[in-house]
């Protein structure tokens, strides 16, 4: 008998032991990096961007140390800021901190996010950044160059300026005016906060979209569910984080990084780092 009651106790403390090993994965809140490489005759030499989106104000570590030196490790040529780095609700403290760290390090773009917006300080984040010698894209357009490598970057604004920002263009008008610069033949990113806006982004021609906003579907069941619910896509949306084809068009949408600042627990659904690698085609 007390053999049975022992081999018992054992099980009930293996499964729970299993049971508290799945639960700290499923909340495990530590930064990942994930890397994807994106192939084109154009490139004749590697160049390396690094996606930063939704980062509401979140703090990683002390004077978001634990964000830099991953950023530092990536080695990036650029950095992209995809919308949503400021918050509604959050002090901005921590989101200033990083740009202070990033000033004069590296070359960094911008685009707006729906939370901008929703603050309400939507110009003065904007003036905020410039000030941190970030250029904002609104439907504005740029020619780069890096190792000899050039291409096209284009931005949009969230459509949320429509609502908020006073003159703002609506999304297809800034969309037609950035991918003019398509006529130049050179390859062309287009930085936008919304995923699910693609078929517009796929009208106008872009080889690579950049974005984030649907915090990876929240809650993930690797292998099975890619994501559980994001804004403006709703229950079990398309394009929750991670490549897509469409078209022509490649699509990548970071998970982005916010933490505290998510009502709902990200569950195996590590916030993230994006680093792109543009590669001359295979031979």
Not at 4 to 32: G, N, Q
Not at 43 to 49: I, M, Q, T, Y
Not at 138 to 144: D, F, I, M
Request: proline share 5%; with cysteine.
């Amino acid at each position: 008998m007390r053999a049975f009651f022992r081999r018992k106790s054992l099980r009930l403390c293996l499964y729970l032991c299993l049971a508290l090993t799945i639960l700290a994965a499923a909340l495990d809140s530590r930064l990942a990096v994930r890397r994807y490489t994106v192939r084109d005759a154009r490139f004749s030499a590697p160049v390396r961007l690094l996606l930063i989106t939704d980062l509401h104000a979140c703090r990683y570590g002390s004077d978001q140390q634990t964000l830099l030196r991953a950023i530092e490790q990536a080695a990036p040529d650029l950095i992209l800021l995809g919308g949503d780095f400021f918050d509604d609700r959050l002090p901005s403290a921590p989101a200033e901190t990083l740009l202070a760290a990033l000033q004069g390090r590296w070359p960094c773009w911008y685009v707006t996010g729906n939370h901008e917006y929703w603050s309400g300080q939507a110009d003065h984040f904007l003036q905020l950044l410039r000030d941190y010698g970030v250029e904002a894209l609104q439907g504005e357009s740029c020619v780069l160059t890096f190792h000899g490598q050039t291409f096209n970057l284009c931005g949009i604004d969230d459509p949320e300026a429509l609502r908020y920002a006073e003159g703002a263009q609506p999304v297809s008008e800034q969309l037609q005016q950035a991918a003019r610069i398509r006529a130049n033949g050179n390859y062309t990113l287009l930085l936008a906060h919304r995923p699910e806006l693609i078929d517009a982004y796929v009208a106008n021609g872009f080889d690579l979209v950049l974005s984030g906003h649907a915090h990876g579907g929240q809650w993930r069941l690797p292998g099975l569910l890619n994501g559980l619910y994001a804004p403006d896509q709703g229950i079990f949306p398309k394009y929750a984080g991670g490549r897509y084809t469409v078209g022509q068009t490649t699509l990548i949408v970071s998970r982005g990084l916010a933490r505290e600042t998510t009502v709902i627990p990200r569950i195996f659904n590590r916030p993230e780092l994006v680093i792109v690698d543009l590669l001359p085609a295979e031979a």
